[in-house]
């Protein structure tokens, strides 16, 4: 890497921290759902949005996936991905009915090669004697995401013995800042590993009033939970050819270490004044210590098929291992591991320019999503899982360049719509339904390229 490479670092470092203290701190502007009060929230799986469907093995010149990193070991050029997701939809329970508006940064990505050798043998064939190329190659990414996030909002009332209202309010969620290496050994095999840093803030806010008594101050209960960790993944995948057909198998396996949470809270009594909330007295004030927790692991497959430069099909598999989750300062009670499936379809799925074309294809994509939730919660009397279902459809804007050295590269604008429904109206549990617009840019360069001249 060149020196530019370090400057552009340095320069996106402030970037990173502005959107890390804003999803910590406003997780509710992606998140309004009353499901995200279990566990550590609603899960993101947050991915490049020219993926889609396609956690496992999307892999290309200009692009990769998040959640396995030997998909970018066929990167070519220096990549900057950048994405911006809004939300508008409702979440309904019994006749009460709340709509939603809200958006957030997707994420940040930057890709680049770290090292590329050939190596050369020779062979014998049929007493011949051939030239053999090996081709290994080093690239790495630096990405920011959002992990999981919190985002809800509702009211108990009671009449015995008197009038009361206790609302709620939550907010907050993980975020991630990772390191990620893909590693390819040949023209077959990848292998890729990486490792981030998992932080960010729960906050849950109680406000107990008795609305038709001036007699009575009201009581402020909020609870913080601070998190701080490490998270880890390695990754797999195998690439071969039969003819006019490509092929990818991957697999990826996630985990967690050095999950350490600290617990804050505070009880105020509060007095409600047309000038705002007057807090007459401290009631508890307490800040812990950090402790250790438990955090599932996950693991993937995928298979990839593709017809010549004319279209791919992916099928996606997950699961993450919710059972297992243990913390201190929240119960897991109604947490189960959560299965993921994805489908999609790509035509025009060539990541690169063809020197051929005067322009490249416009890439089009759709598919769908279905997950049963680490959500099971009591309906009834009876255990519901809570289910999610989702389909998208998007596509990119190429924009091409030429340079010094009549190479051709291109930038891609993509824009994709995602319909989303979770849960079931039923007795206790809510049904939500969203459309998420996310535009991405995919900027590819040559900044990472040492020049040549003779």
Partial sequence: MNFKTYILFLAMLPVFAIQAQFSQNKGQNLTKSPYSNFGLGEILNQNLVQAGALSQTYSGAYSYSLLNPATISNLKYATFDFGFSQRNGYVQSGSEKQTFQGGSLSYLALGFQSWHKDIYRKDSVNGKSVKRITKLFWNSYLSLYPSTSIGYNYTFEATNPFKT????????????????????????????????????????????????????????????????????????????????????????????????????????????????????????????????????????????????????????????????????????????????????????????????????????????????????????????AIIEKGAYIGFGIPITRRYFDSRVLRSIIHVQVDYLQRGKNLSGLANEEYVVFTVGLNLGDVWFQRRKFD
């Avoid at 590693?183 to 008795?210: C, E, I, P, T």
């Avoid at 960790?229 to 050095?258: C, E, I, K």
């Avoid at 401290?282 to 210590?289: A, E, R």
């Avoid at 299965?339 to 063809?354: A, C, V």
């Fill in 165 to 384: 209202s206790t609302a709620h309010e939550g907010k907050g969620g993980l975020n991630a800042i990772e390191f990620g290496n893909g590693f390819k050994l040949g023209k077959h095999l990848a292998l890729g590993y990486a490792v981030g840093n998992l932080f960010g803030q729960m906050s849950d806010k109680s406000r107990f009033v008795v609305p038709d008594s001036s007699q009575y101050l009201g009581i402020e209960d909020e609870k913080v939970i601070n998190i701080r960790g490490w998270q880890q993944t390695v990754g797999a995948m195998y690439s071969f050819n039969f003819d006019s057909t490509y092929h990818r198998l991957s697999f990826s396996y996630r985990w967690q270490s050095g999950m350490r949470a600290q617990s804050e809270r505070l009880t105020r009594t509060f007095e409600a004044t047309n000038l705002g909330d007057y807090f007459a007295d401290t009631i508890l004030s307490t800040s812990g210590n950090y402790k250790s927790f438990k955090m599932p692991a996950s693991f993937g497959f995928g298979y990839y098929f593709q017809f010549r430069k004319g279209f791919a099909v992916g099928l996606d598999y997950r699961k993450q291992l919710w059972g297992n989750y243990a913390s201190f300062f929240q119960s897991n009670a109604g947490l189960t591991d959560r299965t993921d499936y994805g489908l999609g379809f790509i035509r025009n799925p060539e990541d690169e320019k063809n020197p051929a074309k005067k322009r490249q294809s416009i890439p089009i994509r759709f598919g769908g999503k279905y997950a049963v939730t680490q959500n099971a919660i009591a309906s009834n009397n009876t255990k519901v």
